[in-house]
Each structure stands twice: as C-alpha cells, then as structure tokens.
C-alpha cells in the first residue's frame, strides 16, 4: 500500500506473511522502515515526520509478554 500526502511525502506499507511494515519511505530518519514488522493487536509503526500511524486493531487480543508487581 503507498501512502502519499498532497505535499508528496510517500510512505509504501507491505502485508506479507501475517505481518505488516514500512518498506520504503523518504522521510529523512526512516525510523518506520527500520521497524520491525508487526503482527499483534495493538502494535503500531510511526512515520513522525509524515504524521502516518500504522496499527493493528481487532483480530486475535495481544499475548501478555511480562507481569510485573
């Protein structure tokens, strides 16, 4: 998928395998494209300089990963 904003900043987003992330993007940092890949609800990929948001909502609810007390 390419986003594009009507200033030309262009975002492309790939859904391959279960799992969603930044291909190519010509933001100046390119923090999105060195994300990893995405695959659980709730997690998002963040363009900053494009104000782009990527999340996963729905679907399957997140794995708790660590209980701290």
């Given amino acids: 998928l ?3 904003d009507g200033q030309g900043k262009r975002n492309v987003l790939t ?3 279960r799992q969603a ?3 190519e993007a010509d933001c ?3 923090l999105c494209v060195k994300h990893k890949p995405i695959t659980r609800n709730g997690e ?4 900053l300089p494009h104000k782009l948001v990527i999340r996963i909502e729905g679907g399957k609810e997140e794995e708790v990963d660590v209980i701290l007390r």
């Fill in 2 to 4: 390419t986003f594009t």
């Fill in 15 to 17: 859904i391959q395998d």
């Fill in 21 to 23: 992330f930044m291909e």
């Fill in 28 to 30: 100046p940092d390119k």
């Fill in 44 to 47: 998002s990929i963040i363009c």
